[in-house]
Structure formats: structure tokens, C-alpha cells
């Protein structure tokens, strides 16, 4: 079965460029997770969906982010205009159910995001 | 104080020895408590959970979770080199809080 699929899996960008991150969730999960991983801060949650309608999205940092799941196997999390502390990794995840506990959530690898 | 601390490593430990990885936090409404596995440049993958308190045990894997000391601990026994990884702790009452992760390193 294929899993989360990201793209693309790596982005360098200058600042000032706009930047559009890609997810494929599980097909059949009803829960899509957008997060944000680095050293300092770890692993932060910005957004998530349930059946494609946005949920919370206190943790997306600025209006410079927004997110998008138009359909409920696609997801977009774009950053307009792109600033140099931006640079992570940004994950994608579904479930089924939930946000944790008894209703896994399953990674993408990761989009890796350079801003210069 | 932050509301979930863990000791980022890394840590090393020889083949076959008993890893103990940790988690405080600081949220008595914490009701899920989990453990996920990172390897370098791949996304976490949940290793396993528990509610409330108790132990869990899968394997070489055991979960504990102490309530009314807010921590939460992982062992693996019988500790393999295909382990290093980092490891995550997350808990969560309406939202899922993450550590920042400890990294690691079974030697050979």
C-alpha cells in the first residue's frame, strides 16, 4: 500500500519566492496533518483537516502560510512571500479517526526546505 | 516551563543493552501518551501508545506512564543497532504535543 507521499522531497528557494509544498494523503483517512520539524523547535503541528474542511490552524505561524485540501486526496501548504527562517522540514501525515492515541497518524518523508 | 521536555541526546549504548528513553511534561490533561520512531531523513513512525496511565509492552518495546509524576518513559531490552533512530514522546488531551526527540546510537 503506498503511504503519505510528499513532494517534492527537497526545495531551494530564494527569499521572496513563493513555495507550494505537495501531500497525497492515505486514501481513505479522514485526517490530514500538516507539520513543521526543525532543531530549535522540534516537531510542530500548523494545521489539520477532517474531511478536507480546516480544523485548527493555530499553530500556522503567519498569514504567510496557507493550506489547502481541495479534494480528499490532495493537500497544499504554500508559503508566499518565503523568508530564510522558514527553512525545516515539513511533514504530512493522515489518519483515521483522530489526532493520536489509537488512531496512528502515517508520515510522508518530508519535504525538505531550503530558503537562501 | 515547557510542556513536554526531553533529553536530546544523543545517546549510545552497546548492542544488547537496555535503553531507558524519557519524557516530562507539564499538563495533568494529557490522556494519550505515545512513542514514535524517526530515522534519519524519513517521517516518525508510531512505535507505540497508551492511555492513561500503566505499562505497555510489545515486544522488546515497554511504554510506562507515570500520572502523578508526569512522566513517561520507553525501554527496549535486548537493544539492536537497526534501533538507532531518534525517538519522539507525544501526548495529547484535544491537540498532540511532540519532544523534541533523543537521538539514539546502538554501537555495534
Known amino acids: 500500500d503506498a503511504g503519505v507521499i510528499q513532494s517534492p522531497r527537497h526545495e531551494v528557494t530564494e527569499m521572496g519566492q513563493e513555495v507550494t509544498l505537495r501531500c497525497k494523503p492515505i486514501?481513505?483517512?479522514?485526517?490530514l496533518f500538516w507539520y513543521r520539524q526543525t532543531m530549535m523547535r522540534g516537531l510542530e503541528l500548523l494545521i489539520y483537516?477532517?474531511?478536507?474542511?480546516?480544523?485548527?490552524d493555530s499553530g500556522m505561524p503567519e498569514d504567510r502560510f496557507s493550506a489547502k485540501m481541495p479534494n480528499a486526496s490532495f493537500s497544499t501548504l504554500k508559503i508566499q512571500p518565503s523568508e530564510p527562517r522558514d527553512s525545516a522540514v515539513y511533514f504530512c501525515?493522515?489518519?483515521?479517526?483522530?489526532?493520536?492515541?489509537?488512531?496512528?497518524?502515517?508520515f510522508g518523508d518530508g519535504t525538505r526546505l531550503s530558503i537562501l | 516551563q515547557k510542556e513536554v521536555e526531553q533529553d536530546p541526546g544523543p545517546l549510545s549504548v552497546p548492542e544488547g543493552a537496555i535503553v531507558s528513553l524519557n519524557c516530562t511534561y507539564s499538563?495533568?490533561?494529557?490522556?494519550?501518551f505515545m512513542w514514535y520512531r524517526q530515522y534519519s531523513r524519513k517521517g516518525p513512525e508510531l512505535l507505540m501508545y497508551?492511555?492513561?496511565?500503566g505499562n505497555k509492552e510489545d515486544g522488546r518495546f515497554t511504554a510506562q506512564v507515570d500520572k502523578s509524576s508526569k512522566y513517561i518513559s520507553l525501554f527496549i531490552r535486548d537493544s539492536q543497532p537497526s534501533d538507532s533512530a531518534t525517538y519522539l514522546c507525544?501526548?495529547?488531551?484535544?491537540?498532540?504535543?511532540f519532544g523534541k526527540g533523543t537521538r539514539l546510537h546502538i554501537l555495534p
Open positions: 501525515a493522515s489518519s483515521l479517526g483522530g489526532q493520536g492515541g489509537n488512531q496512528p497518524q502515517h
Open positions: 486514501s481513505g483517512h479522514d485526517y
Open positions: 483537516f477532517n474531511n478536507n474542511v480546516p480544523i485548527d
Open positions: 499538563n495533568s490533561a494529557f490522556q494519550y
Open positions: 497508551t492511555y492513561s496511565s
Open positions: 507525544a501526548m495529547r488531551d484535544d491537540k498532540i504535543i
